[in-house]
């Protein structure tokens, strides 16, 4: 069956409607182009046809967008030249919708018919550049709709004359947080915006009595004498904008995003041509784009292998074990952020603590949090009531009766969370399952204090709770299969992202963000600049430098987590000379972002200003300073080999969650698609001949781990040698 139907009213108005088959939303593929250029044609040619509107059969919403699975495939099915493969399959998606746009007019402008776009709700990406190519966009007056150009959150841009129509038609300043940051707004926001055109309450009546009302149809940028909203690049007004966007952009992504700085090229270039070349244009750099790996890695990450896991691609093949009611143990930031989710998501939770002040503390969190939400409108006191009601903040054990999931949050202290684990199930049922939050704690070791360790599971949360999409879900050796599904799915229930593996020291996500931080201080330590190693992080995609995010995280916790490690593994130990470091400015008082003093100053507000200057006394800057590429080498592979040797153990058990784990965790260079991409980009050969040279000047823990020497030795790829169809 087609996604596209027609049918033409006794009036004369051809109704068009897009219903893609077996999707709840409709998404564009290369059939669909085909039969809506098809029914478009038709309807132009039919003598009886006095206008057409594009409308959708799915309720409350229009489209959703290409379907990436697609995109993530084209460069590989575009021939033995894919570059003219991409830009001529680009061009013949911009000569479907020209056709719409033109809609049967003459090369002066005459003759046509309307053609409007009736959206019922969301409208995202090829979804709303298909309207835009329409002469109206008429949208319902529906508030959880979202009309906007979300491509870059992706790794692309708005390629199908998006890009080229929003600021043709709004201009380029007021068209850039819609383009540059993907920014998404309601209907009457978008309107507002002059994204769209109206706001209705039956966008489908109000389409056809605008299409049979013989309006003008001729797009502004068709017109003889068209000049851009706020100026072209030559205009004075227009220079400034451009001007600005650019450091903006470069500011924003340091140049390691290249669809950013590929879609300012594309409009800046297309601002001074007309319109038919500057969708060309746009085309050029959009194949530029899907030609560069990192946006088939992005798209691959942060879209199919995400949603993967999100729907449950590693998840054992158990019953369904939706959580109803859930216990929370520790009342503290950590706790009280996760009964804040979980009753987000419409669970029961029982909250308890030492104290009913502290208890009813971790409850308040959830107070605040609906209260911000009402002052932004984007949450009601009745949902605040609703939410707040399902939360009960105790001390008494006994109200954890008829809980399916506990999770106890409690200090990172082995005897203090095997008190709290035999309190509980003192209480609990014996189908309860036990998951403990814990960042470093071996979980096969806490579930000794467990009565049956194949309900003991451990569920690592990252602070704080509700903005962080990752959770870590840890088995210990003795974790059964309706554990691990019973945390997947209560993490599906909260709408986070998970990854599951097997425990080791630190897990996975804090065994490879460590060595990070502790490969910046070591540099401080060596006598490199601390701008430098800060920079050089930033510039190759880290969100934070090592010592902004040991700042960040505190540098006592960082000395506490230094001493228990050094404590489990004796003389294999390898850190002393962080430890020097860390432990010193711990013995300042310097204790990062919580005490206003760390490798940062802060201003009596906590305002971040600059590097201690105080650091320099202590461990002065060499006259001779590394490559920056060197640092950001060291930075990287820090990260990197441990993702690896996280392979080599068995504690990941499908690449797809080491690279989705790491963006989501700790923010690792998101324009690579992850650690394991990033080594597919680079190649094994090279990442295994740098890091070894590396090791050579710097130290074994450099040294390439025999399965990247093994893939660098054959030129594997770990997309290739590890298919995460087979693993999953």
């Not at 409350?60 to 894919?82: E, R, T, V, W, Y």
């Not at 950013?260 to 409009?267: D, I, M, R």
């Not at 503290?332 to 104290?355: F, K, P, R, W």
Request: proline content about 5%; hydrophobic content about 45%; aromatic content about 8%.
């Amino acid at each position: 069956m087609t996604d596209f139907t027609s049918k033409t009213d006794a009036d004369g108005v051809a109704v068009i409607t897009w219903d893609t088959q077996g999707k709840s939303m409709n998404v564009m593929n290369q059939q669909g182009f085909e039969d809506l250029d098809r029914l478009v044609g038709e309807a132009l040619d039919d003598d009886a046809v006095k206008g057409i509107v594009i409308t959708s059969g799915k309720e409350g919403s229009f489209a959703g967008g290409m379907d990436l699975n697609i995109i993530a495939k084209m460069k590989d099915s575009a021939g033995d030249n894919p570059a003219k493969g991409l830009f001529e399959g680009v061009m013949d998606m911009h000569g479907v919708l020209r056709r719409i746009e033109r809609a049967g007019m003459d090369d002066k402008n005459k003759g046509g018919k309307p053609i409007a776009a009736a959206l019922p709700g969301t409208a995202l990406g090829i979804g709303l550049e298909i309207p835009l190519a329409c002469h109206r966009i008429f949208c319902a007056d529906n508030p959880k709709a979202k009309i906007g150009l979300p491509e870059i959150l992706v790794g692309i841009f708005p390629g199908a004359g998006g890009t080229t129509r929003l600021v043709r038609k709004m201009g380029a300043m007021a068209a850039s947080p819609l383009l540059l940051e993907g920014k998404l707004n309601d209907p009457k926001k978008a309107k507002m915006a002059g994204v769209i055109d109206e706001v209705v309450d039956d966008p489908l009546a109000a389409a056809k009595e605008w299409v049979l009302s013989s309006p003008s149809i001729v797009k502004p940028w068709d017109e003889k004498g068209y000049k851009m909203p706020g100026g072209a690049p030559y205009h004075p007004a227009g220079f400034m904008t451009f001007v600005g966007a650019s450091a903006m952009v470069n500011g924003k992504t340091q140049g390691v995003y290249p669809a950013a700085k590929a879609l300012l090229s594309a409009v800046y270039e297309g601002a001074m041509v007309p319109f038919d070349t500057a969708i060309k244009i746009e085309a050029r750099w959009f194949t530029n784009v899907l030609m560069n790996p990192s946006s088939s890695n992005m798209i691959r990450s942060l879209f199919i292998n995400k949603e993967a896991l999100e729907k449950g691609a590693v998840r054992p093949d158990v019953p369904d074990q939706k959580v109803q009611k859930v216990g929370v143990i520790g009342a503290g930031m950590m706790g009280a952020g996760i009964a804040l989710v979980s009753a987000l998501a419409g669970i029961e939770v029982v909250l308890i603590d030492n104290s009913q002040e502290a208890a009813d503390k971790g409850k308040s969190y959830t107070t605040d949090y609906m209260d911000k939400g009402i002052a932004r409108k984007k949450a009601t006191p009745e949902k605040k009531d609703q939410v707040l009601g399902l939360i009960t903040a105790t001390t008494d054990y006994a109200a954890l009766e008829g809980c399916d999931l506990i999770v106890e949050a409690v200090f990172e202290d082995v005897g203090v969370k095997a008190e709290v684990t035999e309190k509980v199930q003192a209480v609990v049922g014996p189908d309860c399952i036990f998951a403990t939050n814990t960042s470093t704690l071996p979980i096969t070791e806490l579930a000794k204090a467990s009565n049956n360790e194949e309900q003991f599971i451990g569920i690592h949360f990252f602070s704080p709770v509700d903005k962080m999409m990752l959770v870590e879900i840890i088995k210990g050796k003795g974790t059964g299969d309706r554990a691990v599904a019973k945390a997947l799915d209560y993490v599906r229930e909260i709408r986070k992202t998970p990854i599951v593996v097997n425990d080791a020291r630190f897990f996975y996500a804090n065994r490879c963000i460590i060595p990070y931080i502790n490969e910046g201080i070591r540099m401080v330590k060596e006598g490199v600049a601390p701008a430098l190693i800060e920079n050089a992080a930033k510039l190759v995609g880290m969100p934070l430098g090592p010592l902004q995010l040991v700042d960040e995280t505190s540098i006592d916790l960082g000395v506490k987590i230094a001493k228990a490690t050094k404590a489990a593994m004796g003389d294999a130990y390898p850190d002393g000379a962080v430890d020097e470091v860390l432990f010193w400015m711990a013995d300042e008082g310097r204790l990062g972002r919580k005490s206003n003093s760390g490798f940062y100053e802060y201003d009596e507000k906590g305002k971040r200003t600059q590097l201690w200057t105080g650091l320099g006394d202590k461990y002065p800057v060499s006259d001779e300073q590394p490559d920056v590429t060197e640092v950001q080498n060291r930075l990287l592979f820090a990260q990197v080999l441990e993702a690896v040797r996280a392979i080599e153990e068995d504690v990941l058990m499908d690449i797809r969650e080491g690279d989705v784990g790491a963006i989501l965790g700790w923010g690792f260079a998101p324009w690579s698609g992850g650690p394991l991409s990033w080594l597919d980009m680079v190649g094994t050969p090279w990442a295994a001949e740098t890091t070894n040279a590396l090791a050579e000047k710097y130290g074994e823990r450099f040294k390439a781990p025999a399965l990247l020497e093994d893939m660098a030795a054959k030129n594997q790829q770990f997309y290739g040698r590890f298919d995460p169809a087979k693993a999953a």
